[in-house]
């Protein structure tokens, strides 16, 4: 669920951030998120080569984790002036989306296991759960952003506009909960075979 907001939240306020908050060029929201899904792209393929252990996942997510942060702080104190840096952010936004949500749904896969009863109950459970907390996250910041004070000043008492922490800050912080919860998470630390069959084969 923490995964999804990270990448769900993130991604609808991308567009709105390089364009309003960095001043960018038009065509921006469309580079910037293309460099995200192509590096995202490419981390994914290069992570169905690892031989997974509870171990592994959890520290790869945590790394996802890690930059996902990084990158959420360079978001809130990035100046317009330096816009040119959300190139450069967008290559570890997409490394960390890809980290974190292979991880996560492979973590699903070795909770569940090979128990057929009731995993759809589990899959199905999760993906309501995501979406709902997704829609009241978005709710919430679309909710102030759309306020008349925020509209008029776009700015927070800090300085800050709603889609510049709605970027930044909430993704790193529901990440750094994410990394939490994963560390606690009791995972078996090897497995026999791969948790999922090989992208191109």
């Known amino acids: 669920m923490c995964t999804r907001l990270v990448t769900n939240v993130s ?5 709105f951030y390089v364009i309003n908050d960095l001043g960018m060029h038009q065509s921006s929201k469309a580079l910037v998120p293309a460099i995200i899904y192509v590096c995202s792209l490419v981390v994914s393929v290069m992570l169905q080569e690892t031989r997974w ?5 959890k520290n790869y997510f945590s790394a996802g984790a890690m930059i996902w942060i990084l990158s959420g702080i360079g978001i809130v104190l990035l100046p317009s002036r330096m816009h040119n840096f959300m190139y450069v952010l967008s290559i570890t936004i997409g490394a960390a989306n890809a980290l ?3 991880t996560s749904i492979s973590m ?10 009731g995993c759809a109950f589990v899959y199905g459970s999760l993906s309501f759960i995501d979406k709902v907390s997704c829609g009241i996250a978005l709710y919430i910041l679309e909710s102030y952003q759309g306020s008349t004070k925020i509209s008029e000043n776009q700015e927070l008492a ?6 510049r922490l709605g970027l930044g800050l909430v993704p790193a912080v529901f990440s750094l909960l994410s990394a939490i ?3 606690t998470m009791d995972l078996p630390e090897a497995r026999r075979r791969p948790l999922v069959e090989p992208l191109l084969a």
């Open 11 to 15: 991604q609808a306020f991308l567009a």
């Open 53 to 57: 252990s509870g171990w592994r996942l």
């Open 100 to 102: 974190m949500t292979v």
């Open 108 to 117: 699903e896969g070795v909770l569940v296991g090979e128990d057929l009863n």
């Open 158 to 163: 800090y300085g800050y506009s709603v889609t």
């Open 181 to 183: 919860v994963a560390h």
